[in-house]
């Protein structure tokens, strides 16, 4: 027996369950006004549904029954818009979450609550499976505060209907701190074992995941990966005719497309890098928000792109072409295992970047939401248009060791000289500083060299030396300032290992080495941003060096507790402030004042635009379906014109049969009046209340003379059994009762009356 | 009423343990950390809700109260008084006490204290539901401070105590066979007192039937009218009630039994006949003999009830043996009221050869008592072979039966 739930303290915490559970779901959208938004929508329905569910005393009234079907309508109805609007996985939450606040209005019972708990844990199981943010803990300790003051409202309530006897209560706000400092304790013994809990590394079965909110298609990438044309990765300078070229623009468009810089503003992943100005701009107006989050076992540099010709202020590529390649069924394997250690990366960004697959070296599967993608001569990997915000891609990277440093493996170089290009200009002072910091030969010991060298004499700064006219970037650097940005370290340890004689590339794309501990994942800024070399060896392929002071060359962490790595992902968080552009090491107030007031002009432009957005989507998705709604709507009128009758008989029909196998005679022959009174009820001949039997079978013979002979019998059989003054011994005989009932069923009409005229001219023929 | 516990197919440690599992699993194979955080959630709640009922139980001492007697039917107050000896209050106390006298499901009676200080009471409060002899031993106290999913059970030692609950006694109106054979009369009317010889009253003026031998003559000369006298007859009668403490034929259970019937009838009848002046005796053979020798007065009747709410229905002695072993321990002339369950008459002619008593016979429809579901038949008193016999069911209305 389930008991009634009578304590108000029980809905007053369910409420705040619900709504934080509701705020969990909300912070996953990045958009700022989806939180205000959804707790102005959600709240108030919350909030009704729970009084009523307290209030109502008879929770099978016909009105909190139709209430409750009407919510369980608007439910599916969302989930179908957000099902065809691509939101799966959000339809499914939303249409659990408005399931469980319809039936807050009939939420009375321990095993309603029960349900309650079960789906705003899925739903916060679910929130903090896909939330990236630290901020996600405090919806949990909420939870946890709001659960545990339910269960013991819950306890409390049980417990005081159970008694017989009662002792003194303490005042409410005694009660309530006692129970909310076990709340807290709970949240502060959960977040204890949060940090000592051992996280083994993960398993990742059946966890490549790719998705999001877009998909990368673009026709012609299809076409050539299909029908390769044999140009792809030609140079771009070679004329191959017109279907050639108006490839070539397209690509170019594409490129540009692609390459735009979007909110990073980083020149590393254009056509060409400015060594002397990246693309970073200076001052306050700088973005350094989150742009992606990676779940890695371990640090990474997840490279972009690469160049490979330097002219002595900018790189460029020698190659531009690119080979499409096309997905199978978004997955993509380029190269078998090679026994070397294999790295997962799991890709999710939150910002437009430019559209590259960024990845650690070497990218061995790929798990990509799109039907094709684009790979050039240094296996950089490339996609249609720019890298969405809210995208979802996996990589399985083979990460070699080469002396503790990460390397692609051991690989040829057919073509080296790509990689030993050096200006024409360059200074004989570089090649003789290189030769003195790596002495005699050109292994991998004396690139190390030469890496310390230029990590500990010169001075990482963010500020973009200003150069005068005739000033050579690269020899400034090394001879004159002896700081700079990190593309002047990549540049001068390329050249130099270049003038050594060792192939040598300079790579762009992401540091990820920020962990936050909290949320498991790499956080990676816009300021991550970043430039490093990759120096070939015979022995080991390209290998990753990082001469740039500041910068920690990505290895595996050491087993760390959770503790010591909350601490230093502080300090790397410190680093950030510390390093804004114009700030030298200071944090300029001025400076956190304008990044507020942008954030707060940002809040109001989005939910502005979210509101806009809402309601342009709502139109176009009732355009989209309209004629599709009306054809359902006219073939549902027509179902249920043409087919109610038939349905209602079929269905009486059936609980006859299956009533004359089971029911007693007597029962029987009840079951068999109370259905012809039901349908003919149905079908527009009820009975008036103030009728006897004997009138309401007359008023059927005077309806249809063919009702005379069978509901006669039938009326007969009841009213004896019925009505009579002690119990009879009378026993119908199911068989005739049967057949007069199918009999009278006939006269059933096969369509329904004009509105009233049914009833009317029954009630006239009376 | 109080409800029984619900039957749970799991636990919810139970299902806090596999879910924290697979919690664990599901973050093990992802590798997020959150996911981490939702173990580390449920794992908390898992240890707080097992260790903190302990921490709430220790440290807390209780001890009874309770009357020592009680009717059926009244509404008896077990009072538990509760000491915390520890610093810190204890929340959401369930003390627990089995209460054998109250009806089958509510033996198991709760009372529950949101909040424990240094000292504190309770009461309980419960109808008693069957007579009987009853002891208590220990109480146990229990709880699932804070959230309700995991308890802790404590079981307090108290001192023995004993409640005896006396049978519900109803109202006789009027009782045949207590009283003289050789009732006076005045005028029309009997009178039936008991407690004394015959009493002068008083005088009144005569009236037709009025015997001569009462006309008081002094009285008449001096009113100028016939006058009589106004006698108080007195008349005392040995009421024996003899109990039926045959086990086998004991029908029905718990307070719907025919000894509890019979209980309740003899107590009632010993109510009436010594409000009355008359003597009352009790007898039974059970497994051992029960005997209460004649006697008058409240104290009487203080004893009648100690020992009618201590009979059981142990012996193995047929009724109509019984019945003659009660004719003959008392001997004499009398009233037995017996207690049979629709015995032949041959039996019933046997007994009532054996002496010169006059019986009243209550009787049992036992099939009413042993099928419950049946319509119990309808009660009343009737005469039988001279007898006075009282037939009842299983439901009667005893207080009407007996006004009949």
Not at chain 1, 215 to 221: A, P, S
């Amino acid at each position: 027996m389930t008991t009634r739930l009578k304590n108000p303290a029980v809905y007053y915490s369910l409420f705040g369950l619900q709504l934080t559970t509701l705020l969990a779901i909300l912070s996953l959208s990045h958009s700022a006004g989806v939180v205000p938004g959804g707790l102005l929508a959600g709240a108030p329905p919350i909030a009704l549904g729970l009084y009523t569910g307290w209030a109502n005393t008879d929770t099978r009234h016909a009105a909190y029954v139709q209430l409750t079907q009407a919510g369980v309508v608007i439910a599916l109805f969302l989930l179908v818009v957000m099902l065809a609007s691509g939101w799966l996985v959000n339809g499914l939450l939303v249409f659990l979450l408005a399931i469980q606040v319809t039936r807050n209005i009939t939420l009375t019972t321990r095993r309603d609550l029960s349900f309650c708990l079960f789906v705003t844990l899925v739903c916060l199981l679910f929130a903090a499976a896909q939330s990236r943010s630290s901020g996600f803990l405090v919806y949990m300790a909420a939870y946890t505060l709001a659960g545990g003051l339910t269960l013991a409202a819950v306890y409390q309530d049980d417990r005081m209907q159970l008694a017989i006897g009662q002792g003194h209560a303490p005042g409410r706000l005694r009660r309530w701190s006692v129970i909310s400092g076990f709340s807290a304790l709970l949240a502060v013994l959960s977040l204890v074992l949060y940090f000592a809990v051992p996280r083994p590394p993960a398993a990742h079965i059946g966890a490549f995941p790719a998705g999001g909110d877009n998909y990368y298609d673009d026709r012609d990438w299809l076409d050539e990966a299909v029908n390769p044309a044999g140009e792809a990765l030609a140079d771009s300078a070679v004329d191959g005719g017109s279907a050639g070229k108006a490839r070539r623009d397209r690509g170019k468009s594409a490129a540009q497309d692609r390459d735009a810089g979007g909110s990073s503003g980083y020149g590393g992943f254009g056509e060409q890098l400015d060594i002397d100005d990246p693309g970073r701009e200076g001052g306050a107006g700088l973005f350094n928000g989150i742009v992606m989050y990676v779940q890695a076992a371990r640090p990474l540099y997840l490279r972009g792109k690469v160049f490979d010709t330097f002219d002595g202020r900018t790189w460029h590529r020698r190659h531009s072409g690119s080979e499409k390649l096309a997905l199978d069924n978004g997955t993509l394997r380029f190269m078998e295992d090679t026994g070397h250690p294999v790295v997962q990366q799991t890709v999710n960004v939150v910002h437009d970047l430019p559209g590259y697959l960024y990845g650690a070296d070497r990218i061995a599967a790929l798990r990509f939401p799109g039907s094709v993608i684009a790979r050039d001569s240094d296996r950089g990997l490339q996609v249609p248009g720019r890298l969405r915000s809210g995208t979802t891609y996996s990589i399985r990277s083979m990460i070699a060791d080469a002396a503790g440093r990460p390397a692609g493996g051991a690989e040829p170089l057919p073509d080296p000289g790509d990689y030993l290009q050096l200006p024409a200009d360059l200074s004989p002072r570089v090649t003789a500083l290189a030769a003195e910091v790596m002495h005699v030969g050109s292994d991998m010991a004396a690139a190390g060299r030469l890496e310390q060298y230029l990590r500990t004499e010169y001075e990482y700064s963010f500020s973009t030396i200003v150069s005068s006219q005739g000033v050579i970037p690269l020899e400034e650097f090394l001879f004159e300032t002896r700081r700079g940005h990190c593309e002047y370290f990549a540049t001068a340890m390329t050249v130099m290992l270049r003038t050594q004689h060792v192939p040598a590339r300079l790579a762009t794309g992401f540091s990820a080495t920020t962990y936050n501990p909290l949320t498991g994942y790499f956080e990676v800024r816009a300021l991550d941003a970043h430039a490093w070399v990759e120096a070939w060896f015979p022995e080991y392929g390209w290998v990753l060096f990082e001469p740039t002071a500041f910068y920690p060359l990505p290895q595996p962490r050491e087993d760390a507790s959770t503790g010591s790595q909350l601490t230093e992902y502080l300090d790397d968080l410190s680093r950030v402030w510390d390093y804004l552009p114009g700030t030298d090491g200071e944090i300029h107030w001025s400076v956190l004042a304008s990044h507020a007031w942008q954030r707060m002009a940002e809040f109001l432009q989005q939910l502005q635009f979210a509101i806009r957005h809402a309601a342009v989507l709502l139109a176009h998705w009732l355009w989209r379906f309209a004629p599709a709604g009306v054809f359902a709507a006219v073939l549902s009128g027509l179902c249920w014109y043409y087919l109610r009758y038939p349905w209602f008989r079929m269905r009486s029909r059936q609980r006859v049969m299956r009533g004359r196998r089971t029911l007693s005679p007597q029962a029987f022959a009840m079951l068999c009046y109370q259905e012809l009174e039901a349908l003919f009820g149905r079908c527009g001949y009820p009975r008036d209340p103030a009728w006897t039997v004997e009138e309401y079978i007359d008023g059927l013979r005077a309806f249809d003379a063919r009702l005379a002979a069978p509901a006669g019998s039938i009326g007969n059989s009841f009213s004896r059994i019925r009505y009579a003054l002690q119990p009879s011994a009378f026993e119908p005989d199911r068989e005739v009762l049967c057949s007069d009932y199918l009999r009278a069923s006939r006269a059933i009409p096969p369509l329904p009356a004009l509105p009233g005229q049914g009833v009317l001219g029954f009630l006239r023929k009376r | 009423m109080p409800r029984p516990e619900p039957n749970r197919l799991f636990a919810p440690t139970t299902v806090l343990v596999l879910v924290s599992a697979l919690l664990y699993l599901i973050a093990w194979n992802r590798g997020i950390a959150l996911l981490y955080g939702m173990f580390a959630l449920v794992l908390a709640t898992l240890l707080v809700s097992w260790f903190t009922p302990r921490w709430a139980l220790s440290r807390v001492e209780a001890v009874r109260r309770h009357p020592a007697r009680a009717s059926e039917g009244e509404d008896v107050e077990f009072v538990i008084g509760l000491e915390n000896r520890g610093w810190i209050g204890r929340y959401m106390l369930e003390v627990w006490d089995h209460l054998p006298f109250a009806a089958p499901d509510s033996q198991q009676a709760m009372a529950f204290v949101p909040m424990l200080g240094d000292r504190h009471t309770v009461s309980m409060r419960l109808p008693c539901d069957l007579r009987g002899e009853y002891t208590f031993d220990s109480l146990t106290l229990k709880t699932g401070f804070p959230f309700g999913l995991h308890s802790a059970t404590r079981r307090i030692a108290t001192a023995p105590g004993t409640l005896l609950v006396y049978p519900a006694v109803f109202r006789i109106i009027r009782l045949d066979y207590l009283g003289n054979e050789s009732l006076p009369a005045d005028g029309n009317r009997s009178v039936i007192r008991a407690g004394g010889a015959g009493d002068f009253m008083g005088v009144r003026e005569y009236r037709r039937g009025d015997s001569p031998r009462h006309i008081h003559w002094s009285a008449s000369a001096h009113h100028g009218a016939l006058m009589v006298r106004e006698l108080e007859w007195i008349s005392i009668t040995r009421v024996t009630l003899v109990l039926n403490l045959n086990a086998a034929d004991n029908c029905g259970e718990g307070r719907e039994s025919t000894l509890e019937y019979a209980v309740k009838i003899a107590a009632s009848i010993a109510r009436h006949a010594l409000d009355e002046g008359h003597s009352v005796a009790l007898f039974g053979q059970g497994r051992n003999r029960l005997s209460i020798p004649g006697g008058r007065g409240e104290a009487h009747f203080q004893t009648l009830l100690d020992a009618l709410a201590r009979v059981r229905a142990d012996g193995d002695t047929p009724c109509a043996e019984a019945m003659r072993l009660a004719g003959e321990h008392e001997g004499g002339r009398g009233v037995l009221v017996v207690f049979e369950n629709q015995l032949s008459d041959a039996q019933a002619g046997a007994f009532i050869d054996a002496g010169q008593h006059r019986v009243i016979r209550v009787r049992f429809n036992t099939d009413s008592f042993l099928y419950p579901a049946r319509r119990p038949a309808a009660g009343g008193r009737r005469i039988e072979s001279g007898d006075q016999v009282y037939h009842i069911g299983r439901g009667a209305d005893l207080e009407r039966v007996f006004a009949t």
